[in-house]
């Protein structure tokens, strides 16, 4: 039985080859490139969608929806790919021994997506945390000069 390329092999395929057409073959063939190019690609694009949202999305929006869909992506990311090889194991093992580059372009990508996820975890955390210290301030210097009606 043939075994079918794995999901979306032709894009990463075209992808790579159009990145790395400017370099040596040595670099070309170092399964570390497309390693590199995973990690970086994916963890780019995470991190600037998630800034895009920050910026030009409802506070709402951002304290609310952001937070969940970030930790579905994290979420996703490490599930796809195994039910993927629950669910197909000939096409995992043959992604892994005959197609390395893209086995190892998909290792970066999944560890660039959750490298992606937790800073942006630790970025929402440290924004609410401020958020909260703000209102404590304010919340103390209301009672100090008496605004609250608390005696």
């Known amino acids: 039985m043939a075994v079918s390329l794995?999901?979306?092999?032709?894009?990463?395929?075209?992808?790579?080859?159009?990145?790395?057409?400017?370099?040596?073959?040595?670099?070309?063939?170092?399964?570390?490139?497309?390693?590199?190019?995973?990690?970086?690609?994916?963890?780019?694009?995470?991190?600037?969608?998630y800034s895009l949202s920050e910026r030009y999305l409802s506070d709402w929006f951002n304290e609310n929806v952001l937070p969940w869909?970030?930790?579905?992506?994290?979420?996703?990311?490490?599930?796809?790919?195994?039910a993927y090889a629950i669910f197909n194991p000939e096409?995992?093992?043959?992604?892994?021994?005959n197609h390395p580059k893209y086995a190892a372009g998909i290792g970066g990508s999944v560890s660039g997506s959750l490298t992606a996820v937790f800073e942006n975890n630790r970025i929402t955390q440290k924004?609410?945390?401020?958020?909260?210290?703000?209102?404590?301030?304010?919340?103390?210097?209301e009672v100090l000069e008496g605004k609250l009606g608390i005696d």
Do not use: C
Request: positive net charge.
């Open 127 to 141: 924004r609410r945390t401020r958020d909260l210290e703000k209102g404590f301030k304010r919340l103390r210097k």
């Open 6 to 49: 794995p999901p979306l092999y032709e894009f990463a395929d075209w992808a790579y080859r159009t990145v790395t057409a400017p370099f040596p073959k040595e670099i070309q063939d170092n399964l570390a490139t497309p390693t590199v190019l995973g990690f970086g690609g994916t963890f780019g694009v995470f991190r600037g969608l």
């Open 91 to 97: 096409g995992a093992l043959d992604a892994v021994t």
């Open 69 to 82: 869909v970030n930790n579905a992506v994290g979420i996703g990311v490490i599930i796809v790919p195994l």
